[in-house]
């Protein structure tokens, strides 16, 4: 008994399961698009702020590039590139 019990306490997630999907980690980038000056992150920056390894913000950044709403500026910089953050665009919270 005291083996499951430990078993199930080393099962336990420290954050909801939502708090990692991309749904909501793009909510929170956006937030930090909104933010930023002239729309420019630093994509190591974000990864710490968020939380997260920086494989999920480039799954993030890969999406908005091919739909053409940001643009890579260096290796770790990307810039919004379509004027202002569309309203609305992280849904509702």
């Given at each position: 008994?005291?083996?499951?019990?430990?078993?199930?306490?080393?099962?336990?997630?420290?954050?909801?399961?939502?708090?990692?999907?991309?749904?909501?980690?793009?909510?929170?980038?956006?937030?930090l698009?909104k933010?930023?000056?002239?729309?420019?992150?630093?994509?190591?920056?974000?990864?710490?702020?968020?939380?997260?390894?920086?494989?999920?913000?480039?799954?993030?950044?890969?999406?908005?590039?091919?739909?053409h709403?940001?643009?890579?500026?260096?290796?770790?910089?990307?810039?919004?590139?379509?004027?202002?953050?569309?309203?609305?665009?992280?849904?509702?919270?």
């Open positions: 008994m005291i083996q499951c019990q430990t078993f199930t306490e080393t099962l336990k997630v420290t954050k909801p399961r939502f708090d990692a999907s991309l749904v909501y980690l793009t909510r929170k980038f956006m937030d698009v933010t930023a000056p002239d729309g420019v992150l630093d994509l190591n920056e974000v990864a710490t702020t968020l939380g997260v390894r920086k494989r999920r913000v480039y799954d993030i950044t890969n999406v908005l590039d091919g739909i709403l940001i643009q890579k500026r260096s290796k770790n910089l990307i810039q919004w590139v379509t004027g202002q953050v569309i309203l609305g665009i992280t849904g509702p919270k």
